[in-house]
């Protein structure tokens, strides 16, 4: 059982836009920022948001989040069959004093 | 270009030790945090633990008390984790990932970037 809540998949046609959810409470992503990483199969995972809305350097631009309370959001819009991954989101908890991750999402491009 | 390069494979016995060495380059490696995240067979990421690398202080994820260690040698910009009395559900990928600055007073699951993992095998 995770600490930050995802669904476990979401799927969308390409070329349209999908967002996939984390919520937490306040002792983390209330309190703190959240990340995001894209794990391709087989692959590392890699920063994709950072600071709950920014972008690192080459990421493309169809990536975009935001955070809202205690929930924050991925959205990925122009989806391409090359961004069918895992994603997670991650945040500091104050309470745990460490790091915690959602369960991940799969996302399929149908 | 920042990079961290990670041991390779282990296969270990059930109550045995595995050290997983992560080499760092590119960026000063006393700079930055150092956490570990592992990766069960088709299951979610989970934070081990982290180490500054500049003051050697360590802060672990409560599972895992007592049964890790994290390490580092300055000399050669590597950092170092030890998971003790294996058993068959700590068979994973580990991952080394560089976190923040170390001068940094608040935690944050920012990492970047990733090893490209370890994966050790418990089994008998």
């Known amino acids: 059982q995770s600490v930050l809540t995802q669904p476990p998949s979401v799927s969308e046609a390409p070329r349209q836009r999908v967002t996939i959810s984390c919520s937490g409470s306040s002792s983390n992503i209330g309190n703190n920022a959240v990340n995001w990483y894209q794990q391709l199969p087989g692959k590392a995972p890699k920063l994709l948001i950072y600071?709950?809305?920014l972008l690192p350097s080459g990421v493309s631009d169809r990536f975009s989040g935001s955070k809202s309370g205690t929930s924050a959001s991925l959205a990925i819009s122009g989806l391409q069959s090359e961004d069918e991954a895992d994603y997670y989101c991650a945040a500091w908890d104050d309470r745990l004093n460490g790091v915690v991750f959602g369960g991940g999402t799969k996302l399929t491009v149908l | 270009q920042v990079q961290l390069v990670q041991s390779g494979a282990e296969v270990k016995k059930p109550g045995a030790s595995v050290k997983v060495s992560c080499k760092a380059s590119?960026?000063?490696?006393?700079?930055?945090?150092m956490h570990w995240v592992r990766q069960a067979p088709g299951q979610g990421l989970e934070w081990m633990g982290r180490?500054?690398?500049?003051?050697?202080?360590?802060n672990y994820a409560q599972k895992f008390q007592g049964r890790v260690t994290m390490t580092r040698d300055t000399s050669i910009s590597t950092a170092y984790m030890e998971l003790s009395r294996l058993r068959s559900d700590d068979t994973a990928v580990y991952y080394c990932a560089r976190g923040l600055e170390s001068s940094s007073v608040a935690g944050s699951g920012w990492f970047d970037p990733w090893g490209q993992g370890t994966l050790v095998t418990v089994s008998s």
């Open positions: 600071y709950d809305d």
């Open positions: 590119g960026y000063t490696f006393t700079g930055y945090y």
């Open positions: 180490i500054n690398p500049n003051s050697g202080g360590t």
